[in-house]
């Protein structure tokens, strides 16, 4: 829910209210057309938005959230293309002066003219995600994968680096092989949200943002605040998560320990594919955890409408056939510019569930299996670049598992950028001048054809000489196995670097180890 004030929230619920509509739009050669209530056409307005399909709760959704606006403007059609749409609500208070709610930034995908008015469908920034992803293998953790589809797709992150680490599997290295069905920076975002046990929003900053499933409500919807509402008579649970093994080819189940709920099915996530089993397991039950909390009971309702209210966000409902000691989850939202709002949240029978989907064998989406006798090969590469200093940082891991006996060989290949402070040195030079005699006679006065040319001097000269040069930065590569260290000659490990500024050298491995850690020290 956007953050109002409680004289917002008084003001939205009287039987009357005082409010208006704003807006602008940006061209993309800078133009702004103001956008007021007069220019907008009655009725014509709307913005909605959801984090589910019209079944069952969802996890890893991207669903981009669509306006529509009819306008009197004079506005030019054609430069309206990718033009960006600010809406704004102004709410009167009890006070009498305004308080704004920002409704969302959209860009226009098409502008229809008419004989005095101008049709616009916008959708948010969530469309610049349907951008092809280039296939490659990589691995990094959660905010490392947000990170390379934000700067993909020139959509900044709501959330930092911190925030994302500190959820479940926030911090868990996950892997990206090239064998894998995603085609979009979208279908990245989708098993990310899964991974995270969440699901992406645009917000009304126009900022990607995770967000997850909730247990406490952030309002309640009176009976006089609604035009109509249908309610389920069950309540949406979840106790157990599916999830698809490609090595091991059988569906994973893990569940509660009272497990009479829905399940969860997660599919072949690509992030989910490889590591222990262990690790496998921490990653999917903390997923278990975070959809345990859907306790909802599925509703449909026409409101008077509140603008604060987001998609994700809990609510209770009381009055007329409302159960007011149960929850819901706004996965729908739906509100006219000026008129009703209307919400809902979706959801499955717990009893209506059939068993067979808990030890479902059947796959579907397998990927194509290596065959007998013939070579297959993964390769991978960082999303983000790491920071070495003077401490030990994990740069490559790998874990490797088969169905049947196999043999394996890694390579790790480690591009460095090295900076080193420049050197100061000192020396002395040292070395022999000789004066022709001449030149001494020259000196003290004496005429020169009395001199002799044995009688030249010469003299020992010694001086004290400065300069600056290049540092020097130095590698030390650590290879584990199965968690302990491999003893190797230093002449394979280490890799001196000479350059103050910026050099670029290549760290190859020619063992089957992996390559655990690095440490970089200037000297």
């Not at 992150?157 to 995603?182: C, K």
């Not at 969440?198 to 900053?205: A, E, P, Q, T």
């Not at 044995?454 to 196995?481: H, K």
Request: overall charge negative; some cysteine.
């Amino acid at each position: 829910m956007y953050d109002v004030s409680d004289a917002f929230l008084e003001a939205v619920k009287a039987n009357t209210r005082s409010y208006y509509w704003t807006g602008t739009i940006t061209t993309t050669d800078g133009t702004v057309y103001e956008i007021t209530q007069e220019d907008i056409v009655k009725g014509s307005g709307y913005i909605s938005g959801q984090c589910c399909g019209s079944t069952e709760i969802e996890l890893g959704t991207v669903y981009a959230a669509e306006m529509g606006i009819t306008l009197f403007s004079e506005i030019d059609r054609y430069t309206l293309e990718d033009a960006i749409v600010e809406l704004t609500y102004h709410l009167q208070l009890a006070d009498g002066t305004y308080e704004e709610v920002p409704m969302g930034i959209f860009e226009v995908s098409e502008a229809n003219r008419k004989v005095r008015t101008l049709e616009i469908k916008a959708y948010d920034y969530m469309l610049r995600f349907e951008k092809s992803f280039n296939g490659f293998s990589t691995i990094g953790n959660a905010y490392d994968f947000m990170e390379l589809c934000s700067k993909g797709c020139k959509v900044e992150l709501a959330q930092t680096r911190e925030e994302i680490e500190a959820l479940p599997n926030g911090t868990e290295s996950l892997s990206i092989y090239e064998d894998n069905d995603i085609e979009t920076f979208r279908d990245v975002l989708y098993y990310v949200g899964q991974v995270l046990g969440g699901f992406w929003v645009i917000n009304r900053s126009g900022l990607l943002e995770l967000r997850k499933y909730g247990s406490e409500p952030v309002l309640t919807v009176e009976q006089k605040h609604r035009f109509s509402s249908s309610f389920s008579d069950f309540i949406t649970r979840y106790t157990a998560v599916s999830s698809t093994n490609l090595i091991t080819q059988t569906a994973e189940y893990y569940a509660l320990e009272t497990d009479d709920g829905l399940t969860m099915n997660l599919g072949v996530n690509p992030l989910l594919q490889f590591g222990l089993d262990a690790t496998r397991e921490e990653l999917v039950r903390n997923i278990l955890a975070d959809i345990a909390v859907v306790n909802y009971v599925p509703f449909d309702s026409d409101t008077i409408g509140n603008p604060a209210l987001d998609v994700g966000d809990i609510i209770a409902f009381s009055g007329g056939q409302a159960d007011s000691t149960k929850y819901a989850c706004i996965t729908a939202n739906s509100i006219k510019i000026g008129g009703r709002q209307t919400i809902k949240c979706v959801g499955k029978n717990p009893k209506l569930s059939q068993a067979k989907s808990k030890n479902d064998k059947n796959i579907s989406g397998l990927l194509s299996q290596v065959e007998a006798a013939k070579i297959g090969i993964h390769t991978f590469t960082n999303a983000s670049a790491f920071t070495v200093n003077d401490t030990d940082v994990k740069i490559i891991s790998i874990e490797f598992a088969s169905s049947e006996e196999n043999h394996a060989q890694f390579f790790g290949q480690i591009i460095v950028n090295a900076q080193a402070d420049a050197v100061s040195k000192s020396a002395s030079a040292k070395g022999d001048v000789v004066i022709p005699a001449a030149d001494i006679v020259s000196a003290v006065g004496t005429a020169a054809e009395e001199t002799e040319p044995g009688d030249d001097v010469t003299v020992s000269v010694e001086l004290p000489v400065e300069w600056t040069e290049d540092g020097q930065a130095i590698a030390y590569v650590t290879f584990e196995l199965n968690d302990e260290v491999v003893e190797i000659p230093s002449s394979d490990g280490d890799l001196a670097f000479r350059n103050a500024h910026a050099a670029c050298c290549i760290i190859r491995s020619r063992r089957s180890w992996r390559i655990t850690r690095t440490h970089l020290t200037c000297i």
